[in-house]
């Protein structure tokens, strides 16, 4: 019931409220065409003074319209700007990218010609180390030659500093042998003259023993060596001028537990004391068998005593020559007084030593 009485209520709201509308629908255009009569002289006043005014928008809208043309200029040349900006801006942010750029791109450039320059000083070094190189190795190959040459200079130098000194040892030695020389020859004729006083003694004794064999023996010596003295008299002998007098000793030989050397010429005059010691004592002991004398020895010859024959004074000294000579002579007198052939041998008309024999006593060995 409540329900209907409100819609009842809202339906005569609705239609009061509609009544009410019509109304005033109804008395306001009657108001407002008074109201306009009213009103017109006054809005033909506002619209002569509003003519203006409608004017000047209208004059503001021409001015505009060439403005509101101008606008899309203005646009596109802002745009144009605005771009430009842009570009410039890009440009600029571009710029140093350009500039790292460029120096790239003129390194790029640059590098063949920098590679070719640095290969070009590569070139010029190595040329330079292997000019350098080829220099070393002449300097090399020419450094033994240099060497050579100077171990050659510094030889003969060292030669000829040793030559003169040789020179000065040999002068010395030279003036030692002949002072020695000397002394030999002033030795040996003094020892010929006190043989021959006692060849006096002696000839006297063997014709008292009437020794007729060993008489004409010992005459026969004495004849020999004298003329030996004669010879050798006569013949000047230049010390200088022999080449074996000052040669060095090559051969080494001993005599009593003592070692002695000589050279060529004095071995060979070793040799010739031992060969004519035989051959005097062979005919020595000869002489003695055939005056059949009991009492032979070798050792009361007058040749044995004496031993100097065949000693000239040069090479060696005249003990060294008589021990020799009595060895030979011992040996030939054994052989003779015996009438064999123990020690020696007969050839072309001459004795002579066996060599075995020889090697006994007189052991020449080379040094």
Same mark, same amino acid.
Not at 59 to 65: D, N, S, V
Not at 352 to 364: H, M, Q
């Given at each position: 019931?409540?329900?209907? #009485?409100?819609? !009842?209520?809202? $339906?005569?709201? +609705? ?7 019509? =109304? ?18 006054? @809005?033909?006043?506002?619209? #002569?003074?509003?003519?203006?005014? #409608? ?30 900006? %842009? ?9 140093? =990218?350009?500039?790292? #750029? ?23 070094? %190595? ?15 020419? *450094? ?19 030559? *003169? ?11 030692? /042998?002949?002072?020695? @020389? ?6 040996? $004729? ?41 010879? %050798?008299? +006569? ?32 071995? !060979? ?17 000869? =002489? ?7 009492? =032979? ?29 009595? %060895? ?25 030593? /066996? ?8 052991? /020449? $060995?080379?040094?």
């Amino acid at each position: 019931m409540s329900g209907m #009485k409100a819609d !009842n209520l809202n $339906r005569m709201l +609705v239609a009061m409220v509609i009544s009410a509308v019509a =109304a005033l629908g109804m008395s306001v255009p009657t108001n407002a065409q008074q109201q306009d009569n009213k009103d017109k002289p006054k @809005q033909e006043k506002q619209q #002569k003074g509003q003519q203006p005014a #409608k004017q000047q928008p209208q004059q503001r809208a021409a001015r505009q319209q060439p403005a509101q043309k101008q606008q899309p200029a203005q646009q596109q040349q802002q745009q144009a700007a605005q771009q430009q900006q %842009q570009r410039a801006q890009r440009a600029a942010r571009q710029q140093p =990218a350009q500039q790292q #750029k460029q120096p790239a791109q003129r390194v790029v450039r640059q590098q063949p010609a920098q590679q070719q320059a640095a290969q070009q000083q590569q070139q010029v070094q %190595q040329q330079g180390a292997q000019q350098q190189q080829q220099r070393a190795q002449r300097a090399a190959r020419q *450094q033994p030659a240099q060497q050579q040459a100077a171990q050659q200079q510094q030889q003969v130098q060292q030669q000829g500093a040793q030559q *003169q000194q040789q020179d000065q040892r040999l002068s010395q030695q030279r003036q030692q /042998l002949n002072n020695q @020389q000397q002394q030999r020859l002033v030795l040996y $004729r003094q020892q010929v003259q006190v043989q021959d006083r006692l060849w006096i003694q002696r000839s006297a004794l063997l014709q008292q023993q009437r020794r007729a064999a060993q008489y004409r023996f010992q005459l026969g010596y004495i004849e020999r060596r004298r003329q030996q003295i004669l010879d %050798q008299n +006569v013949s000047s002998y230049d010390y200088n001028n022999d080449p074996n007098f000052y040669s060095a000793a090559n051969y080494r030989y001993s005599r009593g537990g003592t070692y002695y050397q000589t050279n060529q010429y004095g071995a !060979n005059l070793l040799r010739q004391a031992v060969s004519y010691g035989y051959e005097e004592g062979l005919q020595a002991g000869q =002489a003695d068998r055939e005056d059949r004398w009991r009492n =032979a020895s070798y050792q009361s010859s007058y040749a044995y005593q004496d031993a100097n024959y065949g000693y000239t004074g040069y090479y060696v000294s005249q003990s060294e020559y008589s021990y020799y000579f009595r %060895q030979g002579f011992q040996r030939g007198y054994d052989d003779g007084y015996n009438s064999r052939s123990q020690y020696g041998s007969y050839s072309n008309g001459s004795y002579s030593i /066996l060599d075995a024999v020889l090697l006994t006593f007189l052991n /020449l $060995r080379s040094l």
